[in-house]
């Protein structure tokens, strides 16, 4: 970036810019870098809970469009199933794709459990997408996600 | 000591969908902040939570750094006879928590 076309702008105070802006370059690398997690890292941990090919469908997230608090983020997760013996979900996988680790929870049903819904609060550093993946007790996947809006990130950095 | 709150009915009906609702108090540190000392804090999260209804297991849970802290979860199950439903909160340094409701089915 060249002042030289800005005659009103001083050398000192250039240098003076020039040095905010290389400060937060060096921040936003450093933020960059703490929230390590991708939408790739977030399919690697959930590919490897859960084996074969995520199908769209049957997982309904619900979450804020806009998460204020990046620090408690209420999320439900529900999956369409009849929680029979012949038909349930085994397990639910919750990701996130901007934390510093993709992971976020796991969670285990059976028959008894009636309804496959779970509500939790994430922490989020970032806007990010949530992605949930159903495992039903015939191996089938299905996933589905959704993106929440972080004002404030939850990372206490 | 640890505090926690458990949000369940005291009596349902046979094959009733019942939901039960847990919070407990931890700081669910994350291992990522630095603390005052420039160092980072360690990871002091709770990694496992179960429940149990008369002793079988009806729904469990593993947690990671990216839940918040006091974890809160609700999760539903079907009454299917008398007894004492078991939360058990176990994770990082001896951490270990116990606590149960009874409920009666009729």
């Known amino acids: 970036m060249s002042n030289h076309h800005r005659p009103t702008i001083g050398r000192r105070r250039a240098l003076v810019r020039a040095g905010g802006f290389g400060l937060a370059a060096i921040l936003g690398a450093v933020a960059a870098r703490e929230a390590s997690a991708t939408p790739e890292s977030a399919r690697d941990w ?5 084996k074969g090919e995520f199908k769209e469908g049957k ?3 619900r979450a804020p469009e806009i998460a204020e608090n990046g ?3 209420p999320v439900t997760v529900s999956v369409d199933s009849e929680m029979t013996d012949g038909s349930y979900v085994k397990a639910i996988y919750v990701a996130a794709d901007g934390n510093p680790n993709p992971g976020v929870a ?3 049903f059976t028959p008894a459990s009636g309804k496959a819904e779970v509500q939790l609060r994430i922490r989020m550093a970032q806007t990010q997408k949530v992605v949930a993946v159903a495992h039903m007790n015939d191996g089938s996947l299905f996933t589905a996600s959704r993106e929440v809006k972080v004002t404030i990130g939850g990372c206490g950095g | 000591m640890t505090n926690v709150l458990i949000n ?3 009596t349902a009906r046979r094959g009733e969908l019942i939901e039960l609702k847990t919070l407990i108090l931890h700081p669910m540190e994350t291992g990522f902040r630095p603390g005052t000392n420039g160092g980072i804090i360690p990871r002091n999260i709770i990694q496992r939570f179960v429940a149990t209804w008369n002793g079988t297991e009806i729904f469990s849970m593993d947690l990671s750094p990216a839940i918040s802290a006091n974890p809160f979860v609700s999760f539903f199950t079907v009454a299917t006879e008398s007894g004492r439903v078991a939360f058990r909160w176990s994770g990082d340094e001896g951490f270990l928590a116990e606590e149960s409701v009874t409920i ?3």
């Not at chain 1, 959930?46 to 859960?50: F, G, N, R, T, V």
Request: no cysteine; hydrophobic share 65%; proline share 5%.
């Open chain 1, 46 to 50: 959930l590919s490897a809970l859960a």
């Open chain 1, 106 to 108: 796991a969670f285990e």
């Open chain 2, 104 to 106: 009666d089915v009729v």
């Open chain 1, 59 to 61: 997982v309904t997230i």
């Open chain 1, 71 to 73: 620090n408690a983020v």
């Open chain 2, 8 to 10: 369940a009915p005291k």
